[in-house]
């Protein structure tokens, strides 16, 4: 069974940054990434990254703000957030997924941003 460890959530605000991490347990993974959720609104896309190559795609609203990375030999996903704003908050989780398309969730971490 795939387990997750992430860290790095938290209220800050804005303007500010954080920076999120998601280790796996076990398992070997085509890509890595990010969703988030946000009260009354449905889990959408942040970031993701292929484990080849390492390409990525970016939600529109995160583009140039947000940076995400990965460390194949380490299992571990990061999500950098730079000049954050009130409404990227939401609980975000991290994802891995493998080469035959399953996925593996986080458990999620709380990220507000308010002053």
């Known amino acids: 069974q795939v387990q997750f460890v992430e860290s790095g959530g938290g209220l800050v605000q804005p303007g500010g940054s954080l920076r999120l991490s998601c280790a796996a347990s076990?398992?070997?993974?085509?890509?890595y990434g990010w969703y988030r959720q946000a009260p009354g609104k449905e889990r959408e896309l942040v970031a993701d990254?292929?484990?080849?190559?390492?390409?990525?795609n970016y939600a529109d609203s995160v583009k140039g703000r947000f940076t995400i990375s990965r460390v194949n030999t380490k299992k571990t996903v990061y999500l950098q957030m730079n000049s954050l704003k009130p409404e990227d908050t939401a609980v975000y989780y991290c994802?891995?997924?493998?080469?035959?398309?399953?996925?593996?969730w986080g458990q999620g971490t709380q990220v507000t941003v308010s002053s």
């Open positions: 994802y891995a997924r493998t080469v035959w398309g399953t996925s593996y």
């Open positions: 076990t398992g070997t993974f085509s890509s």
């Open positions: 990254i292929t484990s080849i190559g390492g390409t990525t």
